[in-house]
């Protein structure tokens, strides 16, 4: 996410550093890198030129010439006027007035609007909403399936939408069952056209006029970098939005939509897709953003991630365990599911100040969370709660059992004997809660 443009901004600032202290030239000189990085990125032109003035005013100053530390205070400058271009605070959805809420999804075919209301309704469930879905897009009678499909993973009701009736007609109806079924929150997925076009437009403005929406949210595809900014543009104009959910953000290395959209059309991101499982939605927090372009980790997200895969029962219970010394072969089997719970571990890392550069390099193997979850579930249930009755032939069942061999089987019983050690020093009150802080330092 942003690779490139955080190697840039890396790459400025590491010559500043090397200089100790700076000249109006070292700063000027430092501020064209920026701005150019900035450009590259495909940020918005104009954007960049108030950016890189705002840093200039303040840099120019006594604040940063005369410091100790001019490069620390450069660099303090640009994270704070990155959070303002992002939109300064995170803007939480608006779920106020009467229920059901309306929330309408707005956006061209492939942004993956459809997704993201499954991907939203899912995050709404998460929080104690009683989310519905409302398929309303009747063009592409692949969505209404595709949308059904999806609602039943994240299970959350989905309204049976009759492919002949107008997308109007629809809306006001779904609305009219999730009231009477109770739920609290209605995500209107509407259609979808390859281009901006007027029909698109007059429907989802209908639309509106029909179920005043407290949100009119675009999904935009960050990868098309500054044609989401013109369509976001083009929606604010003519429908009228609230916010902005951006996907595709994991795949992006430059950033231009997401550092543009908010100054260009004054609408706040709520949301980023960073991936194509229906978990990956987040929050977008501003500051959190800042810091990682500039390579300062994002531990908010990793912790925050950690405690949604991490059930905290579990973890009671385990700690509970090990108090009485009994982890066992059938925990860490347990602990491996909450490990891929938290999804790619490079995407874990990557959140971690300063090692996000360098984890990319390193040959992490996913799949070897897969075998070792393989290797434990062929063993016998004797095996799992007492490791020291598996010998020889009794490894090559189990090899052969998880396609995997010997040493494979081998090697996770060393795991499984250190990790053993290690949580057992772990022992004690919060001892759980200082081993992750730990390995989280
Ligand atoms: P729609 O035509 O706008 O409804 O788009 P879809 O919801 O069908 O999504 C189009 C494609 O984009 C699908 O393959 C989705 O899995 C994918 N997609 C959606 N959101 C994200 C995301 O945040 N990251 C990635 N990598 N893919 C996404």
Request: aromatic fraction near 4%; charge should be positive; include cysteine.
């Amino acid at each position: 996410m942003f690779e490139n443009l955080s190697e840039r901004l890396e790459g400025v600032f590491q010559r500043l550093r090397g200089k100790g202290k700076l000249t109006k030239d070292d700063v000027e000189r430092g501020l064209r890198e920026v701005r150019l990085a900035l450009l590259e990125a495909d940020v918005n032109y104009r954007v960049v030129k108030n950016f890189v003035d705002r840093v200039r005013e303040r840099a120019l100053g006594a604040e940063v010439l005369e410091s100790l530390t001019p490069a620390q205070q450069l660099i303090k400058i640009v994270h704070e006027e990155l959070i303002r271009t992002l939109g300064e605070t995170p803007a939480p959805l608006d779920l106020g007035g009467s229920r059901p809420v309306p929330i309408l999804l707005v956006g061209l075919q492939g942004s993956g609007k459809t997704t993201t209301a499954a991907k939203l309704a899912l995050f709404l469930r998460k929080k104690g909403h009683r989310p519905y879905l409302v398929p309303a897009d009747v063009y592409r009678p692949a969505a209404i399936d595709q949308l059904k499909t999806l609602a039943e993973r994240v299970g959350v009701p989905v309204y049976d939408t009759d492919p002949t009736d107008n997308p109007v007609e629809i809306a006001k109806k779904a609305l009219a069952e999730a009231k009477a079924l109770g739920r609290d929150v209605a995500i209107i997925d509407t259609a979808g056209r390859l281009h901006i076009d007027e029909a698109m437009m007059t429907e989802a403005a209908a639309i509106k006029e029909t179920v005043s929406p407290r949100e009119v949210l675009l999904v935009a595809d960050a990868m098309t970098g500054q044609d989401a900014v013109n369509i976001a543009k083009s929606f604010h104009e003519k429908v009228g939005l609230t916010g902005v959910i951006l996907t595709k953000v994991e795949g992006d290395a430059r950033g231009g939509a997401a550092l543009s959209i908010r100054e260009v059309t004054g609408c706040p991101i709520k949301f980023i897709g960073t991936g194509e499982k229906l978990e990956a939605l987040e929050v977008f927090y501003p500051d959190r953003l800042a810091s990682r372009i500039l390579g300062m980790g994002d531990v908010l997200t990793l912790i925050e991630k950690a405690q949604e895969a991490f059930d905290l029962k579990k973890a009671r219970e385990l700690q509970e365990k090990l108090r009485r010394r009994e982890f066992t072969l059938e925990d860490l089997r347990e602990q491996i599911k909450q490990m891929r719970k938290l999804g790619s571990m490079q995407e874990v890392f990557s959140l971690l100040p300063g090692i996000g550069k360098k984890i990319k390099e390193m040959p992490f193997d996913e799949k070897e969370l897969v075998r070792m979850e393989a290797i434990i579930n062929s063993m016998t249930r004797q095996e799992r709660l007492n490791p020291r009755i598996i010998n020889a032939s009794r490894k090559r069942r189990i090899a052969r059992g998880s396609g995997t061999t010997v040493q494979e089987v081998n090697k996770l019983l060393k795991s499984y004997e250190e990790m053993r050690k290690l949580l057992k020093k772990a022992r004690g009150p919060r001892g759980l809660e200082r081993l992750a802080r730990r390995l989280l330092q």
